[in-house]
């Protein structure tokens, strides 16, 4: 069972470029989240999706996009990076209020 | 937003002690709390939760308490181990929808 798969582990991007970071889960949960992490803080809530079709802006959602086409997957996409967006970016799903995170993407804007 | 803050940063302990970590919410409305490890270069683990009908919940070798007069939770940690090493933090969900985690707290444990 893989539970919450997350892809790329790591990425360098150069300021302006832009990407999608991956999300996939296969525990057909309806919730998901999208959370970035700074060095020694907590998680800070960027969006999240309650269902195939819908999201929602968390806490920090400026300088990012989401979708969801799928029960499965739930993209980040970042269009102009800049260098406060280097992160560590952990995606998430819930079943009756429990998460499941995913490993994380390491990003470092440059 | 959502204020959820830890006491201490950092907590040491022995081999075998208990450790007891501690996290203030500010949210009255809060009705489920969670309690995640998180390990170097990994993502959160769930470790245990609680909802706000009850006081305390018992798992293995951890405990959480919940006081909802003075909104307070710990993470009780019976005879920590080296493998319990590691950044813990607490997590309250309101609706259902979105959890809000605190800065967390960084434990050692000394063999």
């Known amino acids: 069972n893989a539970g919450v798969t997350q892809t790329p582990k790591f990425r360098i991007l150069k300021i302006g470029q832009s990407m999608t970071l991956q999300c996939a889960q296969d525990?057909?949960?309806?919730?998901m989240y999208w959370y970035r992490q700074d060095p020694g803080m907590g998680l800070k809530l960027i969006y999240y999706?309650?269902?195939?079709?819908?999201?929602d802006k968390g806490e920090v959602p400026n300088g990012y996009n989401v979708s969801r086409s799928t029960t499965e997957d739930f993209p980040l996409r970042l269009e102009l990076a800049a260098p406060s967006q280097t992160s560590v970016y952990f995606c998430?799903?819930?079943?009756?209020?429990?998460?499941?995170f995913g490993q994380g993407t390491r990003l470092t804007v440059v | 937003g959502e204020s959820v803050g830890l006491h201490l940063p950092t907590l040491s302990v022995q081999e075998g002690d208990n450790s007891i970590i501690n996290c203030a919410y500010s949210?009255?409305?809060?009705?489920?709390f969670i309690w995640y490890k998180q390990e170097s270069g990994k993502g959160p683990q769930f470790i245990i939760d609680?909802?706000?009908?009850?006081d305390k919940r018992q798992g293995q070798r951890v405990t959480v308490l919940l006081n909802k007069t003075v909104k307070h939770l710990s993470l009780q940690i019976a005879a920590t181990q080296p493998g319990d090493s590691a950044v813990y933090f607490c997590?309250?969900?309101?609706?259902?929808?979105?959890?809000?985690f605190g800065t967390g707290t960084s434990l050692t444990v000394i063999p």
């Open positions: 998430a799903s819930s079943y009756q209020g429990r998460a499941f």
């Open positions: 999706s309650v269902g195939a079709g819908i999201t």
């Open positions: 609680i909802r706000s009908n009850m």
């Open positions: 949210n009255s409305a809060s009705d489920y």
């Open positions: 997590a309250e969900n309101k609706d259902g929808n979105q959890f809000y």
């Open positions: 525990m057909n949960h309806n919730y």
